[in-house]
Each structure stands twice: as structure tokens, then as C-alpha cells.
């Protein structure tokens, strides 16, 4: 069908739109009655996709647009080879309907059928079989394709000397052709492919998909449909009424005549309960004839041009040397692919060109000083080169005992605070993984080191420690602190080096951390650190950071390795290693896949395929069960547990499935765990992964992860992407909180705004409660929080503004005018932070939130002081003191948690403003407030307090005793700059004063 000018112009419009955040369309590739397809680049990976845009019609419907989404659900769920993979669906922000599907290389069988008619029986039979088997799987799924026809079958022709089919369109002629709101239902499908009961108005089923899989047989056979005429209503009664001329009409020179014609009238039989029962029936049927036809090919075997070997008509290839039987281009084929010694899994590429890098970084390792950072593209072989590096170094170093620690980023793909640098701390201090606080204590106290470094260290592993009680500036300077203090303790015992891998997957601290390492001054306490990364990553690191770039090889070296890895094939020119070498662009990774991609069966085309591409390719060609198996470890992250990978996988032989994937480079597996081999290797293999296969492949790992782990954040990332908002939503914000504490902003935003995404799907589905509306208020107030700590304003300020219309009592108004005045004292509006803290004041006493009044009265008077205004600020602090104990002031017993503060607050304004005594008053009334609700850092804060005003009103016993208190709190507290503060105090104290008579010396 040709598309009207005005349809072509509004379809080129859309080019370089992206959808979703995630698609860029850059060509149109095809036009019909459904909409239009364009091939895509899914942006995060640098992928090749195909992206079918519906008609814009269909998104006025909203009962159509509902239909759509279930229709591209149950095609997603599809998961086989012949069927297309939906990797995604949804709506733009102008409404246009969208399915994300693989990109396919290959003619339609419509034109396939033009171009090669007569196709060789044998090749037919194969054909038809792959679609039954798979119109099989959908049919097992519950989908029924309802347009099924030779436009919608591609031929994807890159497997040497294969057709492999795939079958597309599920669904779409169905949603398309569908009646509207008060329209009588209308037929949908291909007039020359539908079923005669379809025509007569039943819906399509089952029966109707098989009527159609007769339909292309007949057209494979003959190249034409069976019932053709000059009008759509007369093809429509011959579908009804005639019955299809035999093949010994149409095709006396075919062999098997009878066998065919018996199946093509089961399969075209006018009442569907004539027809084959199955997909599967049929497909067995078709496989016996073709057994019966690769006898009879036996008897008239050809012989190859090229090498002699004798191989059945039907074959485009010959199977000994790959030489095409027709007039194809000849494609590369290698030689047998040669493992390396050890491992199964990769291919003997020496490494070749980087003699220069690797000697760098090996000197690094054995002798170096603070950081190396080793960048360049996917594919460059960096991490291969630094552990060959590694190899060496340590080698080189054996008398002097010279250690290298190798740390990676979060398997799970989470990201998860500290996971890399509480990895290397367990490795440095010789403890497992997960290990108890007990067990770091004795680990750090045996390296001389003081409670305060395992207070520190203790927070990286998630015990519980005192550095929760200090505010977030100290506890992030205390945790960092203690971090590197232990690495450098064990440094200083024995030699070592450090090596940080994909460290463009790092959590925010973790890298503070490693910049510190990568940073120390070159003297005793630095240490060789190397850092793998991206080129973009590079890019943010510190200028004094020495960097060492990997560029592509050389076609000289490329082409050596190709030779090396087991050789091209004889009578290969020149032409063709140049074209391997342009297919790689310099990267030896690229050449791996490439060579192991030929020797799986692949052919190479004439346009170079990205790397992401190329595995695409060479996922699409494993078997299925190897297939499945990489798509449940793919959701679980670059490595996961063993059983939790067999009881997400749900496949029969694991065992052969695990093995095959070894074998070719994909996973690596032993008694414990399965890891992919390479980083992008996971994320193709999720990404091309259908969209509901993933989804319940999500919801099993959730459950079985609730099994076998206490990661909330793990176990609310998988319920989200399973579906689940209401299990997800609480186990997200839970982890949300848990990265605040640990002061990860990044993962804290991250995990509050899918939190939000959940609750925001739960109230569009109906689901919500009471709760409901404060979930969402109190997760954007956090949201907000930890988006201003990272410097985005703007997109804290719409959070805020969106959770307005949430907001339904004044308690929740209060929390949100708290969190804009934040964002208005970050911007410098104080003028407007004070009139919306006063505002909060109010809505906050009139709902009875006394802790929430004093914690906005505490901000009211910073921005008070901040405007020069410290008189004012002491009279709002004195007015939140009379509301909230009833006008008792420092005499009250009793109050909220957070009452301490306020006195703290007012004590220090007074000081300030020279009243003295008042404020040593407030500040003993903090610290009897703080000792009643038993707070140590309102203790430790109030203690110190005293202490100075007791010194400024000359009671200097007084003052030394809280001092000491003050200072035993901080050390309990693991505040090492306020204890050494405090001591230097205390001296200074006590050298001002000298003592007359008997004691003649000094403090």
C-alpha cells in the first residue's frame, strides 16, 4: 500500500525526534495502513532498534489507547526466535502510540518470494515450519496474531547459509481496524490471508492464525495467494466459497504434490473445526514431509564450485567452505576459534599493540604514587590490559610481596553506596564480604587504629555506629576519614597497589572517596591506585591526575590478531581482512565478537555494524535455552548468585545452557556465582530482552531475592520493574532513606523519584488509600531535599510544585513551604524563604506537628541572622520556646525530641548579642533537654556549649568539667575534629591561668 504525500512529509518531520528519553529516530524505513517503522538508536547503548510509530488516530481513543497497551503487553511477552522482540511500548508527550521492537535485517517474505520464486521445497518447508513454530509460542502465550501474512514475516538472512524467520505485527491490524465508541464491530486483516469465519464476523482465534499459515505456504509454493481476484469483496467470497486450485495445477514439477495438497486442505478448510488443531499438529505434519523430501534430495545432491562437495539443492550455502550455491557474495568465514589455556571462555587474542600502555602501567603498579587513570572506548581492551599489568607487576614483585586489591563496581547495577570501597576494605583487612561489626572492630583495633576509624567503618558496612547521631558534614568527613585510614594502615604493613574497575559505575561517595586515594601527596602514606574508565568519565577527574588513553589499534595490529585467533580461510583476498578491520574500528573487543559472531554462523556484511549491534546479532542466533538463561542473569546485574540465577532462569537444563554460554564468551560461571565476562554483554542482553518477559522475569527475581536477601533497595528495584508499586514504593523509599543517612544524594534521588513513580501508578490505578496523598507529599519533600544537596533547583522546585495538589492537610502545606524555603535560601531569596517559613509556622501549629514548628522556627531564625537580623531571629526563638512548652521556657520537663535545639539556638543568639547569662540559662536548658530524650550529639553539642559560656562568665571549674564531658561524648560519638578542638580549648584554657605558690608549673 503507497502512502499519500501529505502521510510521507509528516512521517520525515519526525526524524530525530527521541521518544521516551531513550530513542532517537533517524530513518523511516517503511509506510502502511498500521503507521510507520523507523530505525531508531537507543541512546544510552548506541544500539540499533526499530521503532513503529501507529497511526495518530488511534491516541484520541482512550479505549483504544488501553487496548494498545494490552496489545503491546502480549506481545512483549513473546520470548522466541521466530517471533520479534517488543523491547518497549508507550505514548509520547504528543500522544503518539509507539512499539520499540529489534531492528531486523532482512526482505519480507513477500519479497523474498519475488525475488527467488521457485524457492527450493526444502527451503519452503523450513520456512513454514519456523513460522508454526513460531505462531506456536504466541498461541501458548494467549496471543493470537489476527494478521498474519507474508508483509509481516521478515527474513533475517545473517546467519550463513540459513533463512531465520521472525514474525512481526502481533496484534496491530486488531487494534487498528478495531470499532471505535458506538461503531458496529468491523473486519480486520488482509482480505487474500483471512479466515472464512473472520469474513463472516467471528473475532480472530486461533484457528484463523493457521488458515493464514496455509495461505503462505500455497504462496511459497505457487507465488501467488489462492484466492486472487480484481476486487476485495470477490477475494473476500472466494475465502468463503472457493476452494484453492491443487498444487498439481499450479505446480506439476514439484515433488510430494500429495503430501502438500492434503496439508494445504486441512489447513485452508472453510470450518475451523476441519483444521489442524495445533500449530504444533501442523508444524509436525510439515516435518514429516520435509523428512521425506531430504531423502529424495540425497539422490540429487549438487556439487560445490568451489571445493566439491556434494550438498542438497536447497541449501544457499555449502556447508563444507561456505561458498554460496547461487550468486551471492561470498562472506568471510574463519577459522576454527581457539580458546585460550584456562579458560573455555575467551579467545587466545594476544595482546598486541599496547606494549607501550602496558609497561606503563605495570611500572605504575610496582612503584607508582597516587592515582592512574586508564581510559578509552568500550571495546579497547582496557581492563584486559590492566590484568595483564597486574600479572606482570605482582610477578615482578614476588620476593617484595607486592599485593593488588581489584575492585568492581556493584554487580547488581545499583549502585549501591560505598559498595566498591567497603568491597576493598573487607579485602585489605582479609574479612569476608559481609562481615559482623564484631569482626571489624578486632579487624582494625589488630592495626593499632582507634575506635573512631571503626566508627567510620562501621558506617560504610551499614552496623549501626555513633557517627549516625552527627550531622551529615561530620559523618561524611568521618566516614571518608577512617576509609582511607584503613587502606593506608595496611599499605604501610605490607606493599600493595590498588586497581578500581568501571569506575564510571561507582556510587557519588565511593568516587569521593577514590579521588581522595587517586589525590594524596607523594610521600610514604600514598599508594599506587589504577582507575578504568570511560573517556566521558575521564573528563570530570582532576587535571593532576595522570591519565592514560587507549586508542583503536592500528588495521596492522587488527589484522594480526584476526590472523592469530585461528586465520582467515584460504583464498581470502586482501579486501576481505580490510573489511574486518574496518568492521572493528581498532578495537580488539570489537574483534572478538566479530570472529566469534563467524564462527557461530554469522555473516558479515557490507555495512559495519556498531559493537552493541554485533551482540545483538549474536544473541539473536544463540540457541533459545542459552538465550533465556543470559536474559534472567541480565535482570539480575552483571553477576548474581548462582541460585538465584537457576530459580530466576526457570529453564530445564541450566547446566548445558550455562556451559554453552561459557563456551561462547558470554557468562562465566562457577559452584557460587555466574557473571557476564563483559559489561556490555549485560546490557544488550537486557536491553534487547522482550518487555513482559522482563517484567516477570523481575517479579521472580523479587521473590526469590525476598528469599535469600535483605537489599530492600535490590528487592524494591526488581517489584518496580515486575509491576508492583505497592510492594515496591515502601521498599524504595526505605532504601531512599538508607542512601540519605549515608549520604548518597544520587542514589537518594534516584530511589525517592521511583518511590514517586510508584505511588503516582498506584492512584492511577485506583489502588491508593489514605495514605496514600502523604506518601507522595513526604517522598517529594525528600526528593526536593536530596535534588537541592545535588544542586538541581529547578528540579526540586516542580517536585515541590507538583506535590502541592497532593497536599491535603495543612501539616503536609507545612512540610512542603519548608522545602521551597530551602531551595529559596540556596537561590538567595531570603526574603521570600522568611514569608513562607512564616507561613509554615502557622499551618504547622494549627495541625498539632510541635517537632515539625521547632525544626521550622530553628530555619526562620538562620535566615533571620543570615539577613542581619539577630534580634529578630532570638525573638522567634523565644516565641517557638513559649508555644511549644506552654510559656514554662527553660523550667519546661517536657517537649518534642528536637526541643534541645532551640535552646542550643537561642543560647548561641544570645551569646552573640552579649547577653551571657541568658544564653549560659538556654544553653543548660539544652543540655537537660537533651540528657531527657538521652540525644549524645544534643548532649555533646550542649556540653561544649556550657563549657564556652562558663568561660566567658569566669566559672572556669564549671567549665572544665563540661569541657571534659563535652570531649568524652565527642570521642564516643567518633567526632575527631570537635574532640581535638575541644582538647586545644582546654589547653588554651588551662595555660591562661597560673598558678602562685607551692605548684609552680603550668597545664
Known amino acids: 500500500m503507497s502512502a499519500a504525500p501529505n502521510d510521507i512529509a509528516a512521517r520525515q518531520a519526525l526524524l530525530g525526534r527521541v521518544l521516551g528519553d531513550k530513542y532517537k529516530l533517524t530513518a523511516c524505513i517503511g509506510l502502511g495502513g498500521t503507521g510507520a517503522v523507523y530505525r531508531a538508536d537507543q541512546i544510552a547503548l548506541g544500539r540499533t532498534v526499530a521503532v513503529k510509530i501507529l497511526s495518530a488516530e488511534l491516541a484520541t481513543d482512550a479505549r483504544l489507547v488501553k487496548r494498545f497497551r494490552d496489545e503491546a503487553m502480549a506481545a512483549s511477552r513473546l520470548n522466541h526466535p521466530n517471533t520479534v522482540s517488543i523491547i518497549d511500548y508507550g505514548q509520547s508527550d504528543d500522544a503518539l502510540l509507539y512499539l520499540v521492537m529489534e531492528h531486523l535485517r532482512g526482505p519480507t517474505l513477500t519479497q523474498l518470494i519475488t525475488r527467488e520464486h521457485p524457492l527450493p521445497l526444502g527451503r519452503v518447508l523450513d520456512i513454514v515450519v519456523q513460522i508454526l513454530s513460531g505462531i506456536e509460542e504466541a498461541h501458548l502465550a494467549g496471543v493470537v496474531h489476527a494478521d498474519l501474512k507474508s508483509d509481516n514475516i521478515i527474513v533475517d538472512q545473517r546467519r550463513a547459509g540459513a533463512d531465520v524467520v521472525k514474525i512481526v505485527d502481533f496484534g496491530i491490524a486488531r487494534l487498528v481496524h478495531a470499532p471505535r465508541d458506538g461503531e458496529d464491530r468491523t473486519v480486520c486483516g488482509t482480505p487474500e ?130 561458498h554460496p550455491s547461487g550468486g551471492q557474495a561470498k562472506t568471510l568465514e574463519f577459522g576454527p576459534l581457539v580458546p585460550a589455556a584456562g579458560d573455555g571462555a575467551a579467545l587466545t587474542l594476544p595482546m598486541t599493540g599496547r606494549e607501550r600502555e602496558l609497561a606503563t602501567v605495570r611500572d605504575h603498579l610496582r612503584r607508582g604514587r597516587g592515582g592512574l587513570l586508564v581510559h578509552g572506548p568500550i571495546g579497547a581492551g582496557r581492563t584486559r590490559l590492566v590484568r595483564e599489568a597486574c600479572v606482570a607487576a605482582a610477578e615482578a614483585e614476588a620476593e617484595r610481596g607486592l599485593t593488588i586489591f581489584q575492585t568492581e563496581p556493584d554487580p547488581t547495577g545499583m549502585a549501591s553506596t560505598y559498595y566498591p570501597i567497603r568491597a576493598l576494605v573487607a579485602a585489605v583487612l582479609d574479612l569476608p564480604g559481609v562481615c559482623s561489626g564484631d569482626e571489624l572492630h578486632k579487624a582494625i583495633t589488630g592495626l593499632g587504629l582507634a575506635d573512631a576509624d571503626w566508627f567510620g567503618v562501621a558506617q560504610l558496612f551499614g552496623h549501626w555506629s555513633p557517627l549516625l547521631e552527627l550531622e551529615p558534614p561530620i559523618r561524611r568527613r568521618e566516614t571518608l576519614t577512617s576509609a582511607l585510614r584503613v587502606i593506608q594502615a595496611v599499605a604501610a604493613r605490607t606493599p600493595m597497589a590498588i586497581v578500581f574497575d568501571d569506575i564510571d559505575r561507582y556510587d557519588a561517595p565511593s568516587i569521593e572517596i577514590l579521588r581522595r586515594l587517586a589525590d594524596l601527596p607523594s610521600e610514604a602514606s600514598a599508594l599506587p591506585v589504577v582507575m578504568i574508565g570511560e573517556p566521558t568519565h ?144 549485560r546490557d544488550v542482553t537486557y536491553a534487547a530482552t522482550p518487555a513482559d518477559v522482563r517484567r516477570s522475569l523481575h517479579q521472580v527475581a523479587a521473590r526469590t531475592l525476598e528469599d535469600t536477601s535483605n537489599d530492600v533497595g535490590l528487592i524494591g528495584h526488581h517489584l518496580a520493574l515486575a509491576d508492583d508499586p505497592a510492594g515496591a514504593q515502601p521498599m524504595l523509599t526505605q532504601a531512599g532513606d538508607l542512601a540519605a543517612r549515608q549520604l548518597d544524594d544520587e542514589a537518594a534521588a534516584r530511589l525517592y523519584q521511583r518511590a514517586l513513580v510508584a505511588v503516582r501508578v498506584l492512584v492511577q490505578r485506583g489502588d491508593g488509600d489514605d495514605s496514600t496523598m502523604r506518601d507522595f507529599v513526604e517522598l517529594s519533600v525528600k526528593l526536593a531535599e536530596a535534588l537541592r544537596a545535588r544542586g538541581e533547583a529547578g528540579l526540586a522546585r516542580g517536585v515541590l510544585a507538583e506535590a502541592r495538589a497532593w497536599a491535603d492537610s495543612p501539616g503536609l502545606d507545612a512540610q512542603l513551604d519548608r522545602g521551597t524555603a530551602a531551595l529559596l535560601l540556596a537561590e538567595d531569596e531570603l526574603d521570600i524563604a522568611t514569608a513562607t517559613l512564616r507561613r509554615a509556622i502557622g499551618k504547622a501549629i494549627a495541625t498539632g506537628a510541635t517537632a515539625l514548628a521547632i525544626d521550622v522556627y530553628v530555619d526562620l531564625a538562620g535566615v533571620l541572622a543570615r539577613m542581619g537580623e539577630p534580634e529578630a531571629a532570638n525573638r522567634e526563638l523565644g516565641e517557638c520556646i513559649d508555644v511549644v512548652t506552654l510559656g514554662e521556657g527553660p523550667a519546661a520537663t517536657s517537649g518534642p525530641p528536637n526541643l534541645w535545639e532551640v535552646f542550643k539556638r537561642k543560647a548561641l543568639l544570645l551569646s552573640s548579642l552579649g547577653d551571657q547569662g541568658g544564653a549560659l540559662q538556654m544553653a543548660e536548658a539544652a543540655l537537660g533537654h537533651a540528657s531527657r530524650v538521652r540525644s549524645r550529639l544534643g548532649r555533646a553539642r550542649s556540653q561544649a556549649l556550657v563549657a564556652q559560656l562558663c568561660e566567658s562568665v569566669g566559672r572556669r571549674a564549671e567549665a572544665e568539667r563540661h569541657r571534659a564531658a563535652a570531649v568524652e561524648e565527642m570521642r564516643k560519638l567518633g567526632d575527631r575534629r570537635s574532640t581535638a578542638d575541644l582538647l586545644l580549648a582546654d589547653m588554651s584554657a588551662a595555660r591562661s591561668v597560673r598558678v602562685v605558690g607551692p605548684r609552680t608549673t603550668t597545664r
Request: charged residues 20%; negative net charge; hydrophobic residues 50%.
Open 193 to 322: 490471508y483471512m479466515a472464512p469465519e473472520v469474513i463472516t464476523g467471528a473475532p480472530p482465534a486461533f484457528a484463523a492464525d493457521l488458515y493464514a499459515v496455509g495461505i503462505i505456504l500455497y504462496e511459497l509454493l505457487v507465488a501467488q495467494t489462492p484466492f486472487v481476484a480484481s476486487t476485495t469483496l470477490e477475494i473476500l467470497n472466494r475465502q468463503v466459497k472457493a476452494e484453492a486450485a491443487p498444487l498439481a495445477v499450479r505446480r506439476p514439477d514439484l515433488t510430494l504434490r500429495a503430501e502438500l495438497d492434503a496439508v494445504l486442505a486441512r489447513a485452508l478448510a472453510k470450518a475451523p473445526v476441519e483444521r489442524f488443531p495445533s500449530a504444533a499438529e501442523m508444524r509436525e505434519a510439515i516435518v514429516a514431509i520435509a523428512a521425506r523430501q531430504a531423502k529424495l534430495e540425497k539422490t540429487v545432491d549438487i556439487e560445490c564450485a568451489s571445493c566439491g562437495a556434494r550438498c542438497a539443492p536447497s541449501f544457499r550455502f555449502c556447508p563444507e567452505c561456505g
Open 538 to 681: 575521564a573528563e570530570r577527574w582532576p587535571v593532576a591526575i595522570t591519565r592514560l588513553a587507549l586508542p583503536p589499534l592500528p588495521a596492522a595490529a587488527i589484522a594480526q590478531l584476526a590472523q592469530r585467533a585461528g586465520g582467515l580461510t584460504a583464498g581470502n583476498t586482501l579486501p576481505a581482512m580490510a573489511q574486518v578491520v574496518e568492521h572493528c574500528g581498532g578495537l580488539p573487543g570489537h574483534l572478538e565478537h566479530l570472529l566469534r559472531y563467524v564462527g557461530e554462523g554469522g555473516q558479515v556484511e557490507a555495512q559495519a555494524m556498531t559493537l552493541p549491534d554485533l551482540l545483538a546479532a549474536r544473541l539473536a542466533m544463540l540457541p533459545h535455552s542459552t538465550l533465556q538463561l543470559c536474559q534472567a542473569a541480565a535482570v539480575l546485574g552483571l553477576e548474581a548468585p548462582l541460585e538465584v540465577v537457576r530459580a530466576t532462569a526457570r529453564i530445564d537444563d541450566i547446566d548445558a545452557a550455562l556451559v554453552d554460554a561459557e563456551a561462547r564468551g558470554l557468562l562465566q560461571a562457577d559452584d557460587v556465582e555466574a557473571r557476564f565476562l563483559d559489561p556490555l554483554v
